[in-house]
């Protein structure tokens, strides 16, 4: 039961029998009203704003209006009051029956409470980490894996069909530089004696296993041969290891993409020359100049006569280079073809999830789409996240001796756990810069968000165990008798909780899964207050022998604000803890 979506619909009907009455207009657009917890708890339990962006259009005074839907909610069965604040918004006190049906609804849904069919099925691509086959992964790409993973979560649980997808960056410079590097590791592990790395090559302890399988595979053969004939093999095969290194640490953080797609699979299956074709076709590729940048000049810019796509047609501040003065394509030219790929896959979003320096692609991106799908036809949606900081006890952290030039993620990841990892790269938003302390991350108080969630969860549980062992269980929704939670501690946890359904959507919109780790410290803070409460107050102890009926009531009342945890944490890939 999404509660503010209940009463939402319920502005829409007092609206709808105004227009009957004469008394509005009809057919108002009711895109802007909303129906949202108001900021102050003590104004009451729903606020809408709706006379104050319908009055406009009514040709009404906001306040006019508003007295006359106040008069039409204040009838509903589940409003005990209404009353107009401020210029016209209108904050309504439901009636104390409308909590027992919300948490037996709550208690029914499970697993499912708070999920929504918001999305209607539409086919969203999630595309994230995409980092280059090149070596392990290192903080600044969990931040990344992180907030696209609880994303693609996100929206799955809002209705959408989602697919979560990593980009293998396997056909540039890149990786042929990482296969000489394998090269060098590759006569180490047949005994030369390579000294020092040299520059430009990757210096990481992590390729001499992948040295180490070369040698093993093909023996000496590879010595002798030129740097043609070898160049092909041991790209394939340090690549391949790069790319199993990289699942198994995304692993550790409990990521599992299913889609793992090629760049280089775009060259060989001539995609990107089909993709062009298509374009110069529909007027979008031509041959010119580019002007000088202003400013500092790219390294890679040419003033030469070029082939270009047309990116400022569709709101990109340049036209962008399809071709190298080589005659082989460009890594734009790959995107746009792997962005036609995703297009005639039948995704209607497009969603990336990119490093703070990848700014520069929001635009180039969304032309590629508009220029292939139509205007406005897919919806591309990049977001990017900022630097990860790393402390010990306020100091930073250093390098990683395995990974040579950063700290890796699985190095952070094996120290403190995944789930602390997930928490708190989601405990601030993705646009955010963010401190990661190991010290203050992995202490057990209420200033370490994570614990204090998890704990709450460990609380119940233990609680519900507790219960049972004493001969109580959990009250249906049916026979549970959630009339008898009145106190003000118990209706706290309940108007949280009433939240949920409506957090979650919001934050599906927005595209901002740190809402809900904001949302289940909140919730965590109510429920342990109401513990606490009870340690003074006998009669809110949740576990009263005497009274059975109460006991078992109150089991269905921590059953279900067990269920707004977990279903949280799960979106955000935290384990909800038994125990602690």
């Known amino acids: 039961m999404n509660l503010f979506a209940h009463f939402h619909g319920l502005v829409e009907q007092a609206l709808q029998a105004l227009a009957a009455e ?98 209607r099925g539409e086919k969203v691509n999630v595309e994230y980490v995409s980092a280059n086959p090149t070596g392990p992964l290192h903080v600044g790409h969990c931040r990344g894996a992180v907030f696209g993973d609880a994303l693609a979560a996100l929206l799955g649980a809002t209705g959408y069909a989602v697919s979560k997808e990593y980009y293998i960056n396997d056909a540039g410079a890149q990786v042929d530089t990482l296969a000489r590097s394998a090269f060098l590791r590759y006569k180490e592990a047949l005994g030369e004696n390579i000294g020092e790395i040299p520059a430009g090559l990757y210096p990481g302890d992590y390729l001499k296993a992948v040295g180490e399988a070369l040698a093993k595979e093909f023996g000496p053969r590879f010595t002798a041969l030129p740097e043609s004939e ?184 094996d120290e403190v756990g995944p789930d602390v990892v997930r928490f708190m790269m989601l405990y601030r938003k993705n646009e955010a810069p963010l401190d990661f302390d190991f010290a203050k991350v992995t202490e057990q108080s209420k200033d370490n968000p994570v614990f204090y969630v998890q704990y709450a969860h460990a609380r119940i549980s233990s609680v519900l165990r507790n219960a049972e062992s004493e001969g109580f269980k959990p009250a249906s929704p049916e026979d549970a008798e959630f009339n008898l939670l009145t106190d003000e501690a118990e209706l706290a946890v309940i108007r949280r909780m009433a939240a949920f359904p409506r957090l979650l959507e919001a934050a599906a919109l927005a595209h901002e899964p740190h809402r809900i780790s904001f949302y289940l410290y909140d919730l965590a803070s109510d429920f342990h207050a109401l513990w606490n409460k009870g340690k003074e107050a006998p009669h809110l102890r949740f576990i009263i022998p005497a009274q059975r009926q109460l006991t078992n009531t109150r089991m269905a009342f921590l059953a279900a604000i067990r269920y707004s945890l977990a279903n949280g944490l799960s979106i955000l890939g935290v384990t909800p803890v038994e125990e602690m």
């Not at 037996?104 to 499970?110: I, T």
């Open 230 to 413: 070898w160049l092909e093999p041991v790209r394939s095969k340090a690549i391949a290891m790069m790319m199993d290194l990289i699942r198994d640490d995304l692993a550790a953080l409990n990521i599992r993409q299913e889609v793992f797609f090629s760049e280089r699979s775009l060259h060989t299956t001539g995609a990107v020359a089909e993709t062009l074709t298509a374009l110069s076709t529909a007027g979008h590729v031509y041959q010119g100049r580019l002007d000088k940048p202003k400013g500092e000049v790219p390294e890679d810019w040419e003033d030469r006569e070029q082939t270009l796509f047309r990116s400022t047609a569709f709101g990109d501040d340049v036209d962008r280079p399809l071709l190298k003065s080589d005659g082989s394509y460009t890594y734009f030219a790959s995107d746009v073809a792997y962005s036609r790929d995703k297009i005639m896959r039948g995704f209607k979003q497009l969603i990336y999830i990119l490093g703070a320096d990848h700014g520069g692609y929001v635009k180039r991106l969304q032309a590629v789409a508009s220029a292939i799908a139509g205007e406005g036809k897919v919806q591309v949606i990049v977001r990017l996240c900022q630097l990860v900081k790393l402390f010990r006890n306020g100091e930073p952290v250093r390098m990683s001796k395995r990974a040579g030039e950063f700290v890796t993620l699985r190095d952070v990841v």
């Open 22 to 119: 004469g008394l509005v207009p009809g057919g108002l657009d009711l895109s802007r009203v909303v129906a949202e917890p108001p900021r102050d708890p003590s104004h009451g339990d729903v606020s809408t704003n709706a006379a104050m962006v319908l009055a406009k259009p009514a040709g009404m005074a906001p306040k006019a209006l508003a007295d006359l839907l106040c008069k039409k909610l204040a009838a509903a069965p589940d409003v005990a009051a209404a009353e107009i604040a401020g210029p016209g918004f209108i904050n309504l006190r439901l009636a104390p029956s409308i909590w027992p049906k919300f948490l037996a609804s709550a208690l029914s849904l499970k697993e499912k409470f708070g999920h929504s069919t918001l999305g």
